[in-house]
Structures are given as structure tokens and as C-alpha cells.
């Protein structure tokens, strides 16, 4: 059965410096997400992209997100200059058109010191 | 702002019971309702969506049901096997920002032997 992945699937960075966190939505799907859970929280959106471009964002995706679809598989979540505060678990997801069923990958636990 | 609860936060029943989980949000507008269930340490995998013109739905031994006009969604699990152990999550979205869920504080539940 087709599923999101995502990697990696830890990743441990210093406060300030800038990550990338990758996703391979499932092929035939056109709409993606990005929603965060930080520890012991609930899960929060964080943003939708569609047709090459953001659909949706919360308060929390700011200037310090972005997203991209750089080729025809991959989607990624790039935080420019990590703060303590953006220690969570980063769940990418994906649905097909016209159907509102949201599919997640796994996960990346992203740490920073 | 849409405020998405579910109680209990924790719930522990003997295999085989049948159990409600329940899940109250505050804007009855919604587009939709899922049911999502996250195993530890991974992603998300969504059970369940109720249309909100929709008054329940079922696959398997699973049922949802919704009340849109008092905000009230509950999942009713049958004869409950130790594999149900799991963390339960109810999300809503709302016309206009459909692909935004928004997420309830889950229950976590363990099916005992």
C-alpha cells in the first residue's frame, strides 16, 4: 500500500542553524501538509501547498518556514534558523484530489540544543 | 476559534469491552470530522471521516458518529483486542480552510489482557 515517507527520521541541530526536513508524498496525491506536535501537545497545522504554491498557513508558519516541492516527488519543510521552541515532531501528509482523507508519514523528530 | 477536546485524556479496559471514546469541538461549522489513530513513536493514520452533512460512519469494528449541531463526535470501538492500544485523535476542518485540521488532545487507550 502507497505511504508517506519522511527523513530523516531523527535530527539533532544547534540553536540558529538552518534544517530541511524532506517528505515523498504518496505519487498520485497533489495536495500537501506540514503539521507539527511538540511534546506532550496537541497536533498544529502548519501549512497546505498546492499546484506549486501555499494554499494555507497558521500564526505558526512564519517567516522563518518555508516549503518546496523541488522536483516531482519530494516536498520539504525548511526552518531557516532554528530556536529551542521548534523541537517537535514534524509530520508531513498528503491527500488526492478531490478527496479530503488526509494520509501522514511517519515523522521527524527534530531536536534543538 | 475552533477549541477541539476529547475525554478521557487515558482509558484501560479488559480485552473484548466495547468503549466510547468522545470528542467535543466548539464552532459547529465544520466541513468535516476524522478519526485518526497514532501508535507511539509514529505517524498518524486516519480511520474515519464524517462529511458534516453525514450522521455516522463505520468500518469494521469501529463507528463514528456526529452531532454537528451540539458539537459532539464519539468513536465507539467493539470488542476491543490488546492491537486497539493506541492514542485516539479527533480532528475538524471548516469550509473555506478545509485542508487545516484542527486537533484534539487525544485519549490514550490500552486494551489489557
Known amino acids: 500500500e502507497p505511504e508517506v515517507t519522511q527523513t530523516p527520521s531523527h535530527q539533532v541541530t544547534q540553536m540558529g542553524q538552518e534544517v530541511i526536513l524532506r517528505c515523498v508524498p504518496i505519487?498520485?496525491?497533489?495536495?500537501f501538509y506540514w503539521y507539527r506536535q511538540i511534546l506532550g501537545q496537541k497536533v498544529e497545522f502548519l501549512v497546505s501547498?498546492?499546484?506549486?504554491?501555499?494554499?494555507?498557513k497558521s500564526e505558526i508558519f512564519d517567516d522563518q518556514f518555508s516549503v518546496e516541492r523541488p522536483d516531482g516527488s519530494n516536498f520539504t519543510l525548511k526552518i531557516r534558523s532554528t530556536k529551542l521552541e521548534d523541537s517537535a515532531m514534524y509530520f508531513c501528509?498528503?491527500?488526492?484530489?478531490?478527496?479530503?482523507?488526509?494520509?501522514f508519514g511517519p515523522g521527524t523528530r527534530l531536536l534543538v540544543l | 476559534k475552533q477549541e477541539v477536546t476529547q475525554i478521557p485524556a487515558a482509558l484501560s479496559v479488559p480485552e473484548g469491552e466495547n468503549l466510547v471514546l468522545n470528542c467535543s469541538f466548539t464552532d459547529s461549522a465544520i466541513y468535516n470530522l476524522q478519526w485518526f489513530r497514532q501508535d507511539p513513536g509514529k505517524g498518524l493514520t486516519s480511520l474515519l471521516l464524517i462529511q458534516s452533512s453525514q450522521r455516522e460512519q463505520t468500518s469494521g469494528r469501529l463507528n463514528a458518529s456526529l452531532d454537528k449541531s451540539s458539537g459532539r463526535s464519539t468513536l465507539y470501538i467493539a470488542a476491543s483486542q490488546p492491537g486497539d492500544s493506541a492514542t485516539y485523535l479527533c480532528?475538524?476542518?471548516?469550509?473555506?480552510?478545509?485542508?487545516?485540521?484542527?486537533f484534539g488532545t487525544g485519549t490514550r487507550l490500552q486494551v489489557t489482557l
Open positions: 480532528a475538524v476542518s471548516h469550509p473555506g480552510t478545509a485542508s487545516k485540521l484542527t
Open positions: 505519487s498520485n496525491h497533489l495536495y
Open positions: 501547498f498546492y499546484n506549486n504554491e501555499i494554499s494555507e
Open positions: 501528509a498528503s491527500s488526492e484530489e478531490g478527496q479530503e482523507t488526509q494520509y
